[in-house]
């Protein structure tokens, strides 16, 4: 029981990336009200940015911004003083994109809501499958 | 159904935690992550851009292509909500009108094309009265949050900040503006076509200044080609092109947030927002 106490908290960063994400995808397959499948994507998304900006992390690290002042350059820069910049770069545009997507997501909701006056899944091909 | 699924996501998310036993540790800096590409950024990124801010340059410069077509997947998506949402034709059915001296509602059936002015002030039919505090409140906000997008923008190269961040503030002020009071007056202050202009304008900044790049003679987003434009060493002129750059996803990113937030919150109508 300890081990499986340990290996949890050795790496509970991807445990909660993990539970997060499952939640989202569990939204996604099971839930039969669309808004409640968009908030599952938007769930899984975070998920997702969250565990990129940890694998950018360092112990020891700081931000990614170089030390500077007017006047040049005191001391040579190392990477290990810095986290890494890159999951930082990529999740940056993502969140962006994540927001647009959402735009476009509830933008189809509402077209969809307009024709059916619905917004259940069974519904809407009920009413597909009468009409 | 919902057993099935409860299922499947049990077993991929377990299948997923089995794989973390191979994952580095939390903040590692021997992490593979932190080992290959990122080095090279943050020792060369002063002398090749002189932009601090490693992100910045890594966003504008060394990763310039994917940070253009982020901004056109942006552009796209404003599009897109456009495309399908927007109802054109004139405005039907019930109208709401306060008497401003007196602050009476009147409720006007079927104003077809016609329309009170003067003392008369539209409202939304949602929310009928009158929020001085949350006008007020919002008044004095805006312009501060606006001043704040743009120092986010322009301070981008030695602080946290840049286009993507500045942008989304700024577009932020804007549906502030339409929330507090109506999407009337947010759309008196910026209509529609300005955000849609807009919003093209950015991504033409960003992709121009690419073209211009190819123009004199370097590659597609090569900043060191606007040395001789610019007036300034090459060096310089990376942090010139990028601050450029960020201006163009700036605006594209503001507009795009304003134009979503007109046509979902009004379902293409532009009449009556939240």
Redesign the interface.
């Known amino acids: 029981m300890s081990g499986i106490v340990a290996?949890i908290i050795?790496?509970?960063?991807?445990?909660i990336y993990?539970?997060l994400?499952?939640i989202g995808?569990?939204a996604m397959?099971?839930k039969r009200n669309l808004i409640k499948k968009i908030v599952g994507m938007n769930i899984f998304q975070t998920a997702i940015i969250l565990f990129y900006v940890?694998?950018?992390?360092?112990?020891?690290?700081t931000?990614?911004?170089?030390?500077?002042a007017h006047g040049g350059?005191s001391h040579a820069?190392?990477?290990?003083h810095?986290i890494?910049?890159?999951?930082?770069?990529l999740m940056?545009?993502a969140?962006?994109?994540a927001?647009?997507?959402l735009?476009?997501a509830?933008?189809?909701a509402?077209?969809i809501y307009?024709r059916y006056r619905t917004l259940e899944e069974d519904e809407i091909l009920s009413r597909i499958r009468g009409s | 159904?919902?057993k099935l699924?409860?299922l499947?996501?049990?077993l991929?998310?377990a299948l997923?935690?089995y794989a973390?036993?191979d994952?580095p540790?939390?903040?590692?800096?021997s992490?593979p992550?932190?080992l290959h590409?990122?080095?090279r950024?943050?020792?060369k990124?002063?002398e090749e851009t002189s932009v601090?801010?490693?992100?910045t340059a890594?966003?504008a410069d060394y990763?310039g292509f994917?940070?253009m077509f982020?901004t056109t997947?942006?552009f796209g998506?404003?599009v897109?909500?456009f495309l399908?949402?927007r109802v054109l034709g004139g405005e039907e059915g019930d109208h709401y009108y306060r008497h401003l001296p007196t602050g009476v509602t009147i409720h006007v059936k079927g104003a077809k094309g016609k329309s009170l002015s003067g003392e008369f002030e539209r409202i939304d039919m949602l929310w009928t009265p009158y929020d001085l505090v949350i006008k007020t409140a919002c008044r004095i906000m805006i312009p501060f949050i606006q001043i704040y997008a743009l120092y986010v923008i322009a301070h981008g190269h030695?602080?946290?900040g840049?286009g993507?961040?500045g942008g989304?503030i700024l577009g932020a002020s804007v549906i502030l503006l339409a929330i507090s009071q109506n999407l009337r007056t947010a759309l008196r202050r910026i209509g529609e076509k300005t955000v849609g202009i807009l919003c093209a304008i950015g991504v033409f900044i960003y992709a121009g200044t690419g073209a211009l790049c190819l123009a004199l003679g370097r590659n597609f987003l090569d900043y060191a080609a606007l040395a001789s434009v610019l007036g300034t060493d090459p060096v310089t002129a990376r942090s010139h092109g990028i601050l450029i750059v960020e201006t163009g996803v700036g605006i594209a990113?503001m507009a795009?947030?304003i134009w979503?937030y007109n046509?979902?919150s009004s379902?293409?109508r532009y009449d009556e927002g939240l």
Not at chain 2, 52 to 55: D, E, F, Q
């Open positions: 290996t050795a790496k509970y960063n991807y445990w993990i539970c994400m499952m995808l569990y397959i099971t940890s694998i950018g992390a360092k112990r020891g690290g931000i990614p911004i170089i030390e500077h350059q820069v190392e990477a290990v810095y890494n910049p890159l999951p930082h770069v940056l545009t969140i962006v994109v927001v647009a997507t735009g476009v509830l933008a189809l509402i077209r307009n | 159904m919902k699924g409860l499947l996501v049990i991929s998310g997923l935690l973390t036993v994952f540790l939390w903040g590692d800096p992490s992550a932190s590409v990122s080095p950024y943050i020792e990124t002063m601090p801010n490693i992100v890594v966003l990763r994917d940070t982020e997947v942006i998506a404003g897109v909500c399908l949402l030695h602080s946290p840049g993507f961040q989304v990113v795009t947030m979503i046509n979902v379902a293409g």
